[in-house]
């Protein structure tokens, strides 16, 4: 099946720097979703972006299909932004996660 | 937007009991669910498609007998635990398309089974 590789796997940030996260998969997908799960565990859903580009306040999203891989960007981190960041491609109707970035921001 | 609600958010079971988990798309139709079990600092693992108004389609290596899922009506899907035992521990989450493609996450149920 499709492999998916999130790196690096684990981040320390101070409040308020940048920081980029990738996702390499193996195969052409239909889509590809970033996530954010909480301390709490509720996964939510940051963007949706099977191509392209798109931007959410600090976030920010770039898939290139044709090089398989997505970047997320999180500018000037939040202590609220710690969490473990998932990105998961879908094919065929099925979704498959890397094994997620945790990042850890602190004050 | 889609909402997807997943019940219950923390359960405690004793083992050989069953525990049932919901999961309802509040604002949409939702033919399709699908079900993830994550253990801890671990990645999700999709375990089975749920399928309204036809029999739940597993992955490979995931006991269809432990795991009964039942797909009755376009807003409601049930993942049953049977006979749990403590390594049936875990969570679970729940998950269904939106119309634009995405997909939209339950909370999530975390099973301690004792």
């Known amino acids: 099946g499709i492999q998916v590789e999130q790196s690096p796997p684990d981040l320390i940030l101070q409040e308020g720097a940048n920081s980029t996260l990738r996702c390499n998969f193996s195969d052409s997908v239909n889509n590809l979703q970033w996530f954010h799960q909480n301390p709490w565990g509720q996964l939510i859903n940051l963007f949706y972006?099977?191509?392209g580009t798109k931007q959410n306040g600090r976030l920010s999203a770039t898939t290139v299909a044709t090089e398989r891989y997505s970047l997320l960007y999180i500018s000037s981190s939040q202590t609220t932004d710690s969490g473990v960041y998932f990105c998961a491609v879908i094919n065929a109707g099925k979704s498959t996660f890397g094994d997620g970035t945790t990042l850890t921001v602190k004050p | 937007g889609a909402v997807v609600s997943q019940h219950p958010s923390r359960v405690i079971c004793k083992s050989g009991t069953s525990v049932k988990i919901e999961c309802r798309s509040l604002?949409?139709?939702?033919?399709?669910m699908f079900w993830y079990r994550q253990f801890p600092k671990k990645s999700l693992m999709l375990m089975a498609t749920?399928?309204?108004?036809?029999?739940?389609?597993?992955e490979q290596g995931v006991e269809k007998d432990k795991f009964l899922i039942n797909h009755a009506s376009l807003t409601l899907s049930t993942l049953t635990v049977t006979s749990a035992h403590p390594e049936d521990s875990s969570f679970y989450i729940c998950s269904a398309r939106q119309q634009g493609g995405g997909y939209t996450f339950g909370s999530g149920t975390r099973l301690t089974v004792v």
């Open positions: 604002d949409f139709q939702a033919t399709t």
């Open positions: 972006i099977p191509s």
């Open positions: 749920s399928n309204e108004g036809s029999k739940a389609t597993y």
